[in-house]
Structure formats: structure tokens, C-alpha cells
């Protein structure tokens, strides 16, 4: 960092007028060193921050940029819907042209709900699977992340064990736990919610296998309870009509977000024909659901992801870092491990029970120009080229050496 940081400046300011600096994931005292809070602008892969540093973004926002920053198709199609109106008394025509493109992509979609974050769509599905079995018990797997309110908060500070009272966990991929859990459930169960695989904060990812998505199908249909699947995460970076589509197993009710509309602010709910009755019962809204200029911003993603095969085109570059590292940790003598879907990779070391060597590793990386996290998984999007892949492989190298030189 320069000797005078605006980075650190502001995070000194911010101290006195933010609890803890800032709330949240984003918060960047959770990050090894040397990584900024502030950023002032981004292109591309590329993100800049206050200080003048350019990296290679692995973040992606942690998700919502999919076609890359500041995309011109996107950001076109933005300003001419903000040109017209956003925050009207009502939405604008692009609500139904979306919500059309919505269920016409989605095959398990027959009609769909806008809000503007993940936690919205996974609060109303809940709550659309519970008014439409009229029962209580929802099954969580223990560890996975739905979003920040009480009844799913990582933290319990301020949460009443009433918030929580209906909720029984289920260990993911696990059949027997998921039976267990189902049977406690007995008659009163409402939903099953799982996220379309294993991307729990600080730990390995687990793809989910074909046999367990499939005995939670049979289970859901067995009971008749809606299964929901949190594709918040996933969404649109696995595949564009659910990332459950490659198992061949579909949700009754989907939430999605982040990477809806390449970074405006949109959430969006899917659901089967059954449960379009309660869908229409539950109140569902916010003072900003209707705009429409992150509509517009999600029609043209939506279209640009279609248009390019975006999925593809991450996987590719996904596995070209995933190869590169693998490549790179072998010549260093390094053991890692590389798990997730390639567009959505993480990378951690083995012995690394303290994250000395994933810190590390991240905040060399860093310096020599490469945003990756050692811990939650990162995000590809379209924007990541070969040669970016490669200038991040150089950078990743100094990684390695600096975990090559610890004890
Ligand atoms: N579900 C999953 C799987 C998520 O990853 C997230 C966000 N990280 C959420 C729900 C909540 O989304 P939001 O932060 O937009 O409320």
C-alpha cells in the first residue's frame, strides 16, 4: 500500500459512523492482509481500488457480476429504462417481458415473483411452500448459508429459538440423516431447502450426487412438500435453466439472485403451477421491487447469457485456472485441494487447519495483482479470458512461492 492510503482513511472514518467498520460478508477485516475495503471502479475482470491497484476479480462481487463489470449491453439497456422511469407507482413493461424470459428459460417455472435480494426469495419460498401445505417444519442442512434474517442467520445474536422453532437439520448429501430429519418432520412438513451443492463458508465444496437430489425429489413428492432450491449462489453460472437441470432433478419453488442482472439489484422466486395459489396469498413486496431499471438490466443479461452460452464459457476458463493451479502446486510440491464447479472453483491447502497457507497464498496473490479468496468459494464470469486466466497463474505462482518459504 502507498504511504498515504485512502483505503486505510476511510475504514479510520468509517469506524466512528459504521458498527464494526462495516456489516456483512463484505467486510474486509474477515480478508488476510493487504486486501481493500474501498474500490473505485471496474471493468471487465479488472476491479480498481481506492489506492490505484488493479486486480484480476475472483470475486465477482461474490457473485452478481456475471458478464463482467460495467457490461455495455447491460448498462445500455439500464440507462435507457432510467431515461423512461424505475421507481414508478407501478412496474414498468419490462416486469412481464422478464417474468416471461423467466419461465421460458426456467423448465420447472410456470410463473415467477421479483423482490431485490436472495434472503427475499428464500423468506418467500418458505413461506409459499408453508401457505401452500399449511404446515410448519422446514428442513435446512446444517451449515448451509439462505441468507440474513433470523429464521436462517449465521449468527444467533438477536435470534429467539421461536424464530427457529420449525426448522430440523439434515446433513447435505446424506441420506440417512435426510431421513432421520424427515421423520422427525413426520406430517407437519412443509419444504425441504437446499442450495444446488455444498459452498459452506470456510470449507471444501461438495457437488451434490444425482442419488441424493434424487431421494430428496422422492421424498418431497412423498410427502408433499415442496422441495426449494437456493439457487442465490449458482443461479444462472451453472446453467440457465437451474443448475439441478444437469441432475435432471426440478424444484418445486426456486429462489435466485446475485447474478440475475449483472450486479442491479433484482431477486427473483420460480414456482410450479401448484403452488401459484398460494404464491398469489402471500404478501410479498418492498418500495423497491417494482424498478425497473434492474429489470431491464436482467432481460439483457438474461439474453447475453443465453446468447453466448455464459455457463460454458466460465466452465472453460473455470478449469483453465483449476488446471493452472494444479499444475503450478504440483511444481512448488504444494498439496491442494480444488473442489466446486469450475465456475465457482475454491482452492485450499492441505494441513491448513489455521488458513496460514490459503492466507498466504491469497495475500501474495494479491500483490502481484490476482483477487482470490481463501476460503468461500470464487466466481468465473464471462469477462475472464485467457490471458487473464494466465496473468492470474502468474500471480498465483508467487502465491505458491510464498507458502513455499513459510517454515
Ligand atoms: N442463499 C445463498 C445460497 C446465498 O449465497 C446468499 C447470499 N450469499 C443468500 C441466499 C442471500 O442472498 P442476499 O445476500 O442477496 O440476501
Not at 498466504?360 to 468459494?377: D, K, Q, T, V
Request: hydrophobic share 45%.
Amino acid at each position: 500500500l502507498p504511504n498515504h492510503s485512502l483505503d486505510a482513511e476511510l475504514r479510520a472514518r468509517a469506524r466512528l459512523v459504521i458498527p464494526g467498520g462495516l456489516w456483512g460478508h463484505l467486510n474486509a477485516a474477515r480478508l488476510p492482509e493487504g486486501y481493500p475495503q474501498y474500490f473505485a471502479s471496474a471493468e471487465g475482470c479488472r476491479l480498481r481500488d481506492v489506492d490505484g491497484r488493479e486486480f484480476i476479480d475472483f470475486m465477482c462481487s461474490w457473485g452478481p457480476v456475471v458478464l463482467g463489470h460495467h457490461h455495455p449491453v447491460v448498462e445500455a439497456a439500464a440507462r435507457e429504462q432510467a431515461a423512461l422511469g424505475d421507481c414508478m407507482n407501478g412496474p414498468a413493461p419490462v416486469l412481464v417481458e422478464l417474468a416471461e424470459l423467466l419461465v421460458g428459460l426456467i423448465p420447472h417455472a410456470d410463473w415467477c415473483l421479483l423482490a431485490k435480494n436472495g434472503t427475499d426469495a428464500t423468506t418467500a419460498c418458505v413461506t409459499i411452500a408453508r401457505a401452500a401445505t399449511g404446515r410448519r417444519k422446514l428442513l435446512v442442512a446444517r451449515g448451509s448459508y439462505h441468507g440474513a434474517v433470523p429464521w436462517c442467520s449465521p449468527s444467533v445474536a438477536g435470534v429467539t429459538a421461536e424464530d427457529r422453532a420449525h426448522l430440523i437439520s439434515f446433513d447435505y448429501n446424506d441420506a440417512a440423516s435426510l431421513d432421520a430429519a424427515l421423520a422427525e418432520a413426520g406430517s407437519d412438513l412443509a419444504a425441504v431447502i437446499v442450495t444446488p451443492f455444498r459452498h459452506d463458508f470456510g470449507r471444501d465444496q461438495e457437488l451434490a450426487t444425482a442419488s441424493f437430489a434424487r431421494h430428496l425429489r422422492e421424498a418431497c413428492d412423498a410427502a408433499g412438500a415442496a422441495l426449494i432450491l437456493d439457487d442465490v449462489r449458482a443461479g444462472f453460472r451453472l446453467h440457465l435453466g437451474g443448475s439441478w437441470e444437469p441432475l435432471g432433478v426440478r424444484p418445486d419453488l426456486a429462489a435466485y439472485s446475485k447474478a440475475i442482472a449483472n450486479g442491479h439489484p433484482l431477486a427473483a422466486i420460480t414456482g410450479a403451477e401448484r403452488f401459484r395459489e398460494a404464491a398469489t396469498e402471500v404478501y410479498t413486496t418492498g418500495s423497491f421491487w417494482c424498478g425497473a431499471v434492474p429489470m431491464a438490466a436482467a432481460v439483457a443479461t438474461l439474453r447475453e447469457l443465453r446468447r453466448i452460452d455464459g455457463p460454458a464459457r466460465m466452465r472453460a476458463m473455470g478449469e483453465r485456472l483449476r488446471d493452472g493451479l494444479d499444475h503450478l502446486a504440483r511444481r512448488h510440491g504444494l498439496a491442494v485441494r480444488q473442489t466446486g464447479p469450475a465456475q465457482m472453483p475454491l482452492m485450499t491447502f492441505a494441513d491448513d487447519a489455521d488458513w496460514r497457507k490459503g492466507d498466504g497464498f491469497c495475500a501474495e496473490a494479491l500483490r502481484h495483482g490476482a483477487y482470490f479468496h481463501p476460503r468461500h468459494n470464487m466466481f468465473l464470469s464471462c469477462a475472464h479470458g485467457e490471458a487473464d486466466i494466465d496473468r492470474a497463474l502468474e500471480a498465483a505462482d508467487a502465491g505458491f512461492r510464498a507458502v513455499r518459504r513459510m517454515d
